[in-house]
């Protein structure tokens, strides 16, 4: 790390171009898109941004000295998944209030694509940043990074990072998901998730796993698809025809979010439209809602919240530490929002 970095002294354009051995001028295109700069000499300047910890200042030309941006940035995985657009709808709600704005942005559950955000944003002077974290190096969140910008995490939390956090009841709602299918007379039981929320999944995965211990059920690695890399609900459905296949498929899955439902739920119908018996189809338990919930062709339940809530949350958490007062400096805080079962559906 460059000595700019750290120091509270902000790179400029030719600190950027003196490190990566440049002109200003390739700095400035590089950054502008790279029109007419080779891609050698781009990865220079990326690399030379990335080590001082340079931010563009899109604002500074239509900004007075001391006045506010009136902007919020807001950081999500996945723009595709109708439950962060309702996530993104409660945040701006709570903001639109103060007569501010939000800037959305999608990180795709990159790492790298999150850094590249979090420093756009930085630049476009955003007064605070709302953040589903995509997992990965989390040393752009830094304070030292960050400046006096405040961070809000949603939905999961990184370990060593003293910031705001609002979170989900994870581990409970997975427990009682799994309970009601014990409940339900079922002890082969699956759990499909995906490496891409290690947070939330490992959380769930924990409840779930409590509940079949409560139960004095032995954890079957067999029926556990944990590895899939993408959030996409055709990783999902392959993931469930793997366990489908087995000799001795499981009854019921837990599912750790909407996108492997839908996958599983797609794994299913392709079954039934080639012969399958609905009643040897696993029933199943979602941790989050998803549209159409009700006309599956087999047993859903769902672990229920309030997404749009969960923004509010996280906006009022992140509208706090912009007041200047003495309990906008407090010490960091940890929400956990309630979860609720729904009755399962039967078509």
Do not use: C, W
């Not at 941004?49 to 995985?77: C, D, F, K, M, W």
């Not at 947070?199 to 590895?227: C, H, K, M, N, Q």
């Not at 599912?255 to 599983?264: D, K, L, V």
Request: charged share 25%; glycine share 12%; hydrophobic share 40%.
């Amino acid at each position: 790390m460059a000595d700019t970095a750290g120091t509270g002294k902000k790179p400029t354009v030719k600190e950027v171009a003196r490190h990566a051995g440049v002109s200003p001028m390739t700095v400035s295109r590089t950054l502008a898109g790279g029109a007419n700069v080779r891609p050698d000499v781009q990865e220079k300047v990326h690399a030379a941004v990335r080590e001082l910890g340079y931010h563009r200042n899109e604002n500074a030309r239509s900004l007075r000295p001391g006045q506010s941006s009136g902007l919020i940035g807001v950081a999500i995985t996945n723009l595709g998944n109708p439950y962060y657009g309702n996530f993104a709808l409660g945040v701006e709600e709570v903001v639109a209030e103060t007569g501010r704005r939000i800037i959305l942005g999608n990180t795709g559950g990159e790492s790298a694509r999150e850094r590249q955000l979090v420093a756009d944003l930085k630049g476009r002077q955003v007064e605070g940043l709302i953040l589903v974290p995509a997992g990965g190096s989390t040393d752009h969140l830094l304070p030292e990074r960050l400046g006096d910008m405040p961070l809000v995490l949603a939905s999961r939390r990184i370990y060593g990072l003293d910031v705001d956090v609002v979170l989900l009841d994870d581990v409970g709602g997975a427990y009682r998901g799994t309970l009601a299918l014990l409940d339900s007379g079922h002890t082969r039981i699956g759990y499909l998730g995906n490496v891409g929320s290690a947070f939330t999944g490992g959380r769930r995965y924990e409840g779930y796993a409590r509940a079949l211990s409560e139960r004095g059920i032995a954890l079957d690695p067999e029926l556990v698809v944990r590895e899939h890399q993408d959030a996409a609900s055709a990783s999902a459905g392959e993931a469930t025809r793997r366990l489908l296949d087995l000799d001795s498929p499981p009854t019921a899955i837990f599912s750790a979010n909407n996108r492997n439902s839908i996958g599983a739920l797609r794994e299913i119908g392709r079954r039934l439209r080639e012969g399958a018996v609905a009643a040897e189809m696993p029933e199943i338990v979602s941790f989050d809602d998803f549209e159409l919930a009700e006309v599956m062709p087999v047993p859903v339940t769902i672990v229920d919240h309030d997404a749009r809530q969960l923004g509010r949350e996280a906006a009022r958490l992140l509208l706090s530490r912009l007041e200047k007062s003495e309990r906008a400096q407090g010490p960091s805080r940890l929400v956990e929002m309630p979860v609720r079962l729904g009755a399962a559906v039967h078509t």
